[in-house]
């Protein structure tokens, strides 16, 4: 579909952002910097993906 076919209505976007970026708690962010830095799990240079679920919306 190209979006030259959409109606103008069908164009507009919300005034807000239906979702917003959440932090994670400051105890998980510890443990999870312990683990890393524990297990060599990162090194200079590397790239990283991180991924996670919502869960069921």
């Not at 807000?16 to 959440?22: A, T």
């Not at 799990?41 to 991180?50: A, N, S, T």
């Amino acid at each position: 579909m190209n979006t030259s076919s959409l109606r103008e209505s069908d164009q507009t976007t919300p005034s807000e952002p239906i979702w917003s970026w959440i932090s994670p708690g400051k105890k998980l962010q510890r443990i999870v910097a312990r683990t890393l830095i524990e297990f060599s799990m990162i090194r200079p240079g590397d790239r990283i993906l991180i991924g996670l679920s919502g869960g069921k919306i």
